[in-house]
């Protein structure tokens, strides 16, 4: 098993459930077949499909073998068409050198979620109403007509007196802003040494960033080792259903220690569907590259932190 799985398994079934994804058992019939060959137990709990994984996963997907099992109080045919959505969610979600398992798990259920009738979670908390829907016009409008800020000096808009009580700027590292059908993307991402510093510098942007703090969503998350190596890790999706538990999902995933990241989004009008996930995530890492948080390849504890451009 290669370690990208290893540790994309351990975190799905920290999230979801300890057999989430399980191993198939050995038995004397597929004693020579089922290396690499998982269970994955679907959100419903009432079907679980076969999925191997290559041994060059992430550069190849997994496939997806059939149904494990079906409960006995779905209807007939939900197996099949359980492993129909799997394969479909996968080809969608699936980008090559990138783990796709916590993105293929809550896609599914999304789908399995809506196909079965249940109310599914709103997309754009803010977009319910007509109301709603002037107030993010409006907001996006004062988006597109004034240049997201990328720099880590003060703003104008902060009085002198309030900077003083926050302090200095939280040295944050700024991704590239992504736009989608009028959605604005940007993370940055911050190294801290505590939940509490983590905090700090979140409410340290929400106060004198105006543009910010309007914003549709904040995501935020962080992951911190505390002394006697006691870990931390937190999230908040601010309203965008599940996109806290991704961009903690990612930073797991690439393995990031001591750093804290803000994913903002100006919502656009139009609603994006999975590919707003596939956004934020995109932004997070991009701020953790640029701020060299990722581990050096090569050194045995990570080595020293690559100097991002700030």
Not at 63 to 68: D, H, P
Not at 165 to 175: D, F, H, R, V, Y
Not at 251 to 260: A, E, I, R
Not at 264 to 281: A, E, H, K, M
Request: proline share 5%.
């Amino acid at each position: 098993m290669s370690e990208d799985l290893d540790n994309e398994i351990e975190a799905i079934n920290s999230i979801y459930g300890p057999n989430t994804l399980v191993p198939l058992p050995l038995t004397t019939s597929n004693f020579d077949i089922s290396t690499n060959i998982y269970i994955l137990n679907l959100p419903s709990d009432a079907i679980a499909v076969r999925l191997h994984f290559p041994n060059d996963y992430p550069l190849s997907p997994p496939v997806v073998l059939g149904t494990q099992h079906v409960g006995g109080d779905v209807e007939k045919g939900a197996g099949t068409r359980a492993v129909e959505i799997v394969k479909d969610v996968l080809r969608l979600v699936f980008r090559e050198g990138e783990v796709c398992l916590f993105d293929l798990v809550e896609e599914v259920g999304d789908v399995l979620k809506g196909e079965t009738g249940q109310e599914d979670a709103e997309e754009e908390s803010t977009g319910t109403s007509h109301g709603a829907e002037e107030r993010e016009k409006k907001e996006m409008e004062t988006v597109e007509d004034q240049p997201i800020s990328t720099h880590n000096g003060g703003h104008q808009s902060t009085s002198t007196g309030l900077a003083q009580q926050l302090g200095e700027a939280p040295p944050w590292t700024i991704s590239e802003v992504v736009t989608e059908k009028k959605s604005v993307f940007i993370a940055r991402a911050a190294p801290v040494t505590s939940p509490a510093q983590a905090k700090q510098y979140i409410y340290h942007l929400l106060s004198t960033d105006k543009k910010v703090a309007k914003a549709t969503h904040n995501i935020t998350a962080w992951r911190i080792k505390g002394e006697g190596n006691t870990m931390y890790q937190d999230c908040d999706d601010d309203g965008e259903t599940a996109a806290g538990g991704r961009v903690l999902h990612l930073m797991q995933v690439m393995d990031l220690w001591g750093v804290v990241v803000v994913v903002t989004r100006w919502y656009g009008g139009v609603q994006l569907g999975p590919d707003r996930f596939r956004i934020i995530n995109s932004v997070a890492r991009d701020a953790f590259v640029k701020g060299g948080f990722m581990k050096r390849e090569g050194t045995k504890d990570g080595g020293e932190r690559k100097k991002g451009k700030k």
